[in-house]
């Protein structure tokens, strides 16, 4: 008798809200084991770290905030120290909310990728807040993806042992792509799930504006999505730490990558608030990845 996959998920932490409940009540319907490891939180809400554990999830708590990719490898290191048998891990961010019936998807596309002579390297949704996951060819009916995000993605142990976990040198940004062009570097693709979706906050919407004038669109306020100032420091510098180990084997990607943060950064200058703060950031994120500096951000 064929054997149901187990899947464990890692929910990586940092502050969270009371909606994490819900995430945590969805994943452990479909999930063997949920872990949530936190991130070295600066305002812990300890009534929602308290009502997690009851819920029954594991809940790890990292010293410091050593970054997103640490938090992961922390949960992935636990889950396959405590489970004999594990055939995935989920990652997930803390904003995100799987519908029911998600990771029977993505379980179902990995086996029907294998059935088809295709290696998996990672599953990842079709549809992330309703955009559709980038498809980049079909083989035998499946559908491989293109980068895929960090959150709703499905990984095979056996990924995990071709190429390692998180790079921990990015800390945050960038973590993703990494782990996924490492894959692809060795023959592991990202297969889509075509049917599965993920609900997941994509960053912050603000009005647009120039100088005091808020930009307008047939009477209603233009939106433009914008990342938190800081996160320009690792969104530059990550980007050229990667173009730097990947410019050979993937140079598309890193011109790619390259003039779509380009064109990210010139919109929200021009459009969006607080621009000297995140062009501040962005400029010391430059000199950083100039300089081939890792980890955190250093403060004087």
């Not at 005091?212 to 009477?219: D, F, N």
């Not at 598309?252 to 607080?274: K, P």
Request: aromatic letters at 6%; proline letters at 5%; one cysteine or more.
């Amino acid at each position: 008798m064929e054997l149901e996959p187990v899947t464990v998920a890692v929910v990586s932490t940092f502050n969270p809200h009371p909606n994490l409940l819900d995430n945590c009540v969805a994943l452990l319907a479909q999930c063997a084991e949920v872990i949530v490891v936190d991130d070295g939180s600066s305002a812990p809400d300890e009534h929602v770290f308290n009502a997690v554990a009851g819920l029954g999830c594991t809940v790890l708590r990292l010293p410091k905030n050593a970054g997103i990719a640490a938090a992961l490898n922390s949960g992935v290191d636990f889950a396959r120290e405590r489970q004999r048998r594990l055939d995935f891990i989920l990652t997930m961010d803390q904003d995100s909310l799987v519908e029911q019936g998600f990771v029977d998807e993505l379980t179902r596309a990995a086996a029907a990728a294998q059935s088809a002579g295709v290696r998996v390297g990672v599953v990842a949704p079709g549809t992330v807040s309703g955009l559709p996951s980038r498809a980049r060819k079909l083989v035998r009916n499946i559908v491989i993806g293109d980068e895929p995000v960090q959150s709703g993605l499905l990984i095979p142990a056996e990924t995990l042992d071709a190429i390692g976990n998180f790079n921990e040198a990015l800390f945050i940004d960038g973590v993703d792509s990494d782990f996924y062009l490492r894959a692809k570097a060795e023959g592991l693709n990202c297969i889509i799930a075509p049917d599965a979706s993920l609900t997941h906050s994509l960053g912050t919407m603000v009005p647009a504006s120039i100088g005091p004038w808020t930009v307008t669109w047939r009477g209603k306020p233009v939106m433009i999505r914008t990342a938190a100032s800081w996160r320009y420091y690792y969104i530059v510098r990550n980007r050229i730490l990667l173009g730097r180990k990947f410019a050979l084997r993937e140079p598309y990607w890193v011109l790619r990558g390259v003039l779509g943060d380009a064109r990210h950064l010139l919109l929200v200058t021009v459009l969006a608030s607080g621009r000297g703060e995140r062009l501040s950031s962005a400029a010391e994120g430059l000199s950083a990845g100039v300089r081939g500096s890792t980890g955190p951000r250093r403060t004087a």
